[in-house]
């Protein structure tokens, strides 16, 4: 059985099964990424419930592994030379995912690159451009009376859509036929962006046809529709 006791995270949200990668996390877009991703490769995995609406990211223990204070966050107890690693930022650990079970990342060098641009595209632009939208638009930012911050992270997130819409024209996914890393680390921020924060009609959603239907498809894939859910609320039945 795996050793967990280096690690002081696992000390708030004990291993029930410590020889299992260990996923700290809440289904934000960023948290359901990894969530998602176990799923489709059919890893082994605890998930554990990071509450982050009463702080718990930024206590001592999560600190201790994730430094920058977000979710998600994982320890792999059957890390690289057969030792646990403990990993944070969505992007990283999506990467360590791929290439340690060779999959949703392309063998060919020049595709598996062009494949992790586009993971950075998400980290870079799309992340952060919708997030702003979502607090200026649904949350304490909508209280603002300048709406100039609103606008500029609204104009910025239809021009990121219009970049995604012209490479998914004449494409299942991001990668041609090959659904990847770069879907999964894209589809949660779409989903977020005319779903919970509400703000379809404000980006003009519905003119950037291509996203709409790559959306429909990633949202239809099975191990999507499971890992947006999780991790559980504690108090979920």
Same mark, same amino acid.
């Given at each position: 059985m795996?050793?967990l006791?280096?690690?002081p995270?696992?000390?708030?949200w ?39 609406g009463?702080?718990e ?9 994730n430094? $920058?204070?977000?979710?998600?966050a994982?320890i792999?107890?059957? !890390?690289?030379?057969?030792k646990? @690693? /403990?990993?944070? +930022?969505s ?6 995912l ?19 641009q586009?993971v950075?595209?998400q980290m ?10 979502g ?19 609204r ?21 041609? $036929?090959?659904y ?7 589809? !949660?921020w779409?989903?977020?962006? @005319? /779903?919970?924060? +509400? ?7 519905d003119?950037f046809t291509n996203v ?14 499971k890992?947006?859910t999780i ?7």
């Amino acid at each position: 059985m795996a050793d967990l006791s280096a690690f002081p995270i696992a000390t708030r949200w004990p291993a029930k099964h410590p020889d299992q990668i260990q996923l700290y996390s809440a289904t934000t877009p960023n948290g359901v990424k990894i969530s998602i991703a176990l799923e489709e490769l059919g890893l082994p995995y605890e998930p554990h419930w990071v509450n982050i609406g009463q702080n718990e990211s930024w206590t001592p223990e999560f600190l201790s592994l994730n430094p $920058n204070g977000k979710i998600p966050a994982i320890i792999d107890p059957n !890390g690289p030379d057969g030792k646990p @690693i /403990g990993l944070f +930022e969505s992007g990283a650990i999506l990467l360590y995912l791929a290439e340690k079970t060779g999959l949703l990342m392309p063998v060919d060098a020049a595709r598996r690159y062009e494949t992790i641009q586009w993971v950075f595209f998400q980290m870079a632009s799309i992340g952060p451009m919708f997030g702003q939208v979502g607090f200026f638009h649904k949350f304490a930012g909508r209280e603002i009376a300048d709406k100039r911050p609103l606008e500029r992270y609204r104009d910025e997130s239809k021009r990121l859509l219009g970049v995604l819409d012209i490479r998914l024209k004449g494409r299942k996914w991001i990668m041609g $036929n090959d659904y990847t890393i770069a879907d999964i680390s894209l589809l !949660g921020w779409v989903r977020n962006l @005319i /779903g919970f924060y +509400e703000a379809r009609e404000l980006v003009g959603f519905d003119d950037f046809t291509n996203v709409g239907t790559w959306l429909e498809r990633g949202l239809a894939r099975p191990a999507v529709q499971k890992g947006l859910t999780i991790p559980a609320k504690p108090d979920a039945s």
